[in-house]
């Protein structure tokens, strides 16, 4: 099926454990993006990558790792998950229009819980 | 500091009644401001997007305005329906480096 896709949808694990969201999109957007999403906070971003092989920390990169070999594929990995990283994680693309506005496309969510 | 503020945080209304989101922002330099729209375990969806020159813009009953003056936009929604009951997310990009700037969001509900 065509647009973003995040896998998987729920996850719980236990503190310590290594963790890796996964993001795919049809689109072949250039960019795109992971933020995290918990109450009182709104959408905050975690890194975002411009293009294969570029990646950049956002707002709350701390205890994450990504990667973007290919365009369409852009995981996060928690290297050794906490509590405080239960939260709803969500990946983007983004569409620039050459007349300066862009949309982002996200995907439908990964809820994870760390125990 | 860049901030997007949006009010109310929460909001309940009857179905078909009309209602209106408010969004401040304090971004510069502006590039666009959009509205999403979130539904309950689901990502954000775009409603509107509206550049530095463009005032209002409507998606269906939904119609957004913006004053670049006063660096206000809002979300009119008309004739509510059930299935707009959902968090509106006003978002601003920066002209320098397409810098995403998102507010927390209005929770609306809207009763039958």
């Known amino acids: 099926d065509a647009g973003i896709t995040q896998s998987p949808r729920y996850k719980i694990t236990e503190t310590g454990r290594q963790v890796t969201l996964m993001c795919h999109q049809t689109?072949?957007?250039?960019?795109m993006f992971w933020y995290r999403q918990d109450l009182g906070h709104g959408l905050r971003l975690i890194y975002y990558?411009?293009?294969?092989?570029?990646?950049d920390k956002g707002e709350v990169p701390d205890g994450y790792v990504v990667s973007r070999s290919k365009t369409e594929n852009f995981p996060l990995t928690l290297e050794s998950a906490t509590r405080s990283q239960t939260s709803v994680y969500f990946c983007?693309?983004?569409?620039?229009?050459?007349?300066?506005?862009?949309?982002?496309?996200f995907g439908a969510g990964t809820r994870l819980s760390v125990l | 500091k860049n901030q997007v503020e949006q009010s109310p945080q929460s909001l309940i209304i009857l179905e078909g009644k009309n209602c209106t989101l408010q969004?401040?922002?304090?971004?510069?330099?502006?590039?666009?401001l959009r509205w999403y729209k979130q539904d309950t375990g689901r990502g954000p969806v775009s409603l509107t997007i509206?550049?530095?020159?463009?005032n209002t813009k409507s998606n269906g009953r939904y119609t957004a305005t913006l004053d670049a003056d006063t660096k206000q936009s809002s979300l009119h929604i008309t004739a509510s329906q059930l299935s707009d009951s959902a968090s509106y997310i006003c978002?601003?990009?920066?002209?320098?480096?397409?810098?995403?700037?998102f507010g927390k969001g209005t929770r609306l509900h809207i009763l039958p």
């Open positions: 509206m550049t530095f020159s463009e």
């Open positions: 689109w072949s957007h250039s960019y």
């Open positions: 978002v601003v990009i920066m002209n320098r480096d397409d810098k995403i700037i």
């Open positions: 969004c401040n922002y304090t971004v510069s330099p502006f590039s666009n």
């Open positions: 983007a693309s983004r569409l620039k229009h050459d007349r300066g506005g862009d949309i982002q496309y």
């Open positions: 990558s411009a293009a294969a092989d570029i990646t």
